[in-house]
């Protein structure tokens, strides 16, 4: 469960600070703090347990296209390049690290209003490499590409996107919850919906999908703040 506190600078080095909060016969509990400029711009508490026996359910995989019948992110920017300006058009037709194929995409250029869902499905480019092949590091790639889209989710009742002029965005809490084991190197369903917008913030929840099984939940708060736009 990380709490984002303050922007990183990504020209200085991070100090990450760990204490050991508890060390039980099933479960191991840690506190982690990300210091930079002497000052912490990141908390997060995490529990580590081994996979045990036990009572087993998950709700119902949501019905959707399968990848390869949908077009990539890469092919869906290509389309849309008319709307991006200029002074934007390179960062914003950049390859991200993962493959994405979005399930219900928006132009964030011109978006409008509608349901608070969002679903798409994400791999990693390559295969893992053997010698690193470890759920750890697939867990830390799921980590990475969770944040992908998941705050917007929220924003689109309100016919806004990331890209939206009036509007500040940033993660406020991000919480993981690995149910199962999976693979990021083989294609995963992320379906996310937001269930409130209030007081400049949204709620919004996320279900990795693999093989029909449920493998991953996430949470996220996001700040969603309106601005003033000056008068041009």
């Not at 390179?90 to 132009?107: L, Y």
Request: hydrophobic share 40%.
């Amino acid at each position: 469960h990380a709490y984002f506190l303050f922007g990183g600078d990504v020209n200085a080095p991070i100090i990450y600070e760990v204490d050991r909060i508890r060390d039980g016969r099933s479960f191991v509990s840690r506190q982690v703090r990300a210091i930079q400029h002497g000052k912490t711009i990141f908390m997060c508490m995490v529990s580590f347990a081994d996979n045990e026996e036990g009572l087993n359910y998950q709700i119902g995989e949501p019905e959707y296209p399968a990848p390869e019948s949908l077009k990539s992110e890469a092919e869906l920017k290509k389309m849309m390049v008319e709307f991006v300006p200029e002074n934007v058009r390179a960062s914003f037709m950049r390859d991200r690290h993962v493959e994405i194929r979005p399930i219900n995409p928006q132009n964030p250029y011109q978006p409008q209003p509608e349901a608070p869902v969002y679903a798409h499905y994400i791999r990693t480019h390559d295969r893992i490499a053997i010698e690193v092949d470890e759920i750890s590091l697939h867990q830390a790639i799921a980590a990475f590409y969770s944040d992908f889209t998941l705050m917007t989710t929220a924003l689109r009742p309100h016919g806004l996107s990331y890209l939206s002029p009036s509007l500040q965005c940033a993660s406020i809490d991000h919480a993981m919850y690995f149910h199962k084991p999976f693979r990021v190197d083989d294609w995963m369903l992320y379906d996310m919906d937001a269930t409130v917008s209030a007081s400049s913030r949204g709620l919004n929840f996320g279900r990795m999908w693999q093989n029909g099984e449920l493998v991953c939940s996430t949470t996220q708060e996001g700040l969603i703040r309106l601005r003033e736009i000056e008068a041009q």
